[in-house]
């Protein structure tokens, strides 16, 4: 398994951007084995609003967050050429080694399994993490819409583009990223290289799938 691919929901807040990377994910499956798990996105943010306003269990509103990826996953199989959304892990293996685009949808695993923290520091971000453990693949490219990880909250102006790091530099790092706040944790005990890669700029996940340098942040596995 060449590479797992986590698209971000936040793509989607601009819908050009989002059909023009969904564009190149086809291209790329005809030279790459890849799966897509999906984002959240504004499917989540409905989950953390209601959360805010019921107070819901910490179990309830992972599993209520993780069907809006499956819903964010739906969307991304109707806008991306030539792929297949598949709540199997076998079935998305399969669909990876015929260039199509699987996209996998985690919630019927995630509920059975129930393997990660219940609790929002566990993201989609984490969730790929765990699918490319289990699916052993080589690399986890995180895609969102920023170009990494920053020394400081992306949006201000003396954030510095942190070009590579380990698990452990993740995990002592207590400013805000745009990674969720667990995925040290799940990169440590199932080590893959996982870049974080702006998918405003597709060309960029090529250059990562391709093993040549980009701008993005590598957190490497290796010590």
Request: aromatic fraction near 6%; charged fraction near 20%; include cysteine.
């Amino acid at each position: 398994m060449e590479a797992v691919v986590k698209v971000g929901g936040s793509l989607s807040e601009e819908p050009k951007v989002l059909i023009k990377f969904c564009a190149k994910l086809s291209q790329l499956a005809k030279n790459y084995g890849l799966v897509v798990v999906p984002g959240g996105g504004r499917f989540a943010d409905v989950v953390r609003d209601s959360d805010e306003q019921f107070n819901l269990s910490s179990s309830v509103s992972h599993r209520m967050a993780i069907l809006g990826m499956d819903q964010f996953g739906m969307l991304l199989a109707q806008i991306t050429p030539n792929s297949c959304a598949t709540y199997l892990l076998g079935d998305a293996k399969h669909l990876s080694q015929t260039e199509a685009v699987p996209i996998f949808l985690p919630s019927r695993l995630l509920f059975k399994e129930n393997p990660l923290k219940n609790s929002w520091e566990v993201t989609s971000d984490s969730i790929a993490a765990y699918v490319a453990g289990m699916l052993q693949a080589s690399k986890l490219v995180l895609v969102t819409d920023v170009d990494g990880v920053f020394t400081e909250d992306p949006a201000r102006k003396d954030a510095v583009l942190i070009e590579q790091l380990s698990p452990e530099e993740l995990l002592k790092f207590n400013k805000r990223t745009s990674v969720d706040r667990f995925l040290a944790k799940l990169l440590l005990e199932a080590p893959v290289d996982c870049y974080v890669v702006n998918g405003k700029y597709p060309e960029r996940v090529e250059a990562v799938l391709a093993g040549q340098q980009t701008t993005c942040t590598l957190i490497s596995a290796k010590k």
